[in-house]
């Protein structure tokens, strides 16, 4: 059966929506100082300048990621079964491609350990989240729900 697109798209928008909202909380009150600080530490004035700079490219990331998410959910769907444990696979999957792409930060000593840690801890419940509300927005076509 084909990927339902439509139900993608919309999915998607829904987790991207959901990663946007938990971004911006976390990063402005949680995560931001902290971030800041680590930054400036690395190479001074850089903090300030990546908290200065435009949001947009991060709210286009994440609504691309929520997309994403989604697609990978309805793939997996398939082999898994419908519900939150295969979204949670999904999940799982961006959280360990993602630690793998931001362990730089780590290596070059511009996140402290316990900030990368943390990070990856809130990304990952943030990742979790976000599949799961894609993941119940997301209909194979054709597919009768059966009653019990």
Known sequence: ???NLKRVLLGGLA???????IDFVVFTFILGDRMRADANAFVPG???ALMAGSPLPNILMNLIIGFLLVWTYAAIRPR???GANTAIYAAVLFWILGGIFN???LVMGMMSKGLWWTFAAVYLVCLIISSIVGASVYKE???VAATV
């Open 80 to 82: 898994f079964g419908p």
């Open 141 to 143: 076509e054709g597919v």
């Open 103 to 105: 362990s730089g930060y």
């Open 46 to 48: 850089l903090g300030d």
């Open 1 to 3: 059966m084909p990927i």
């Open 15 to 21: 987790a991207g929506v959901v990663l946007n909202i």
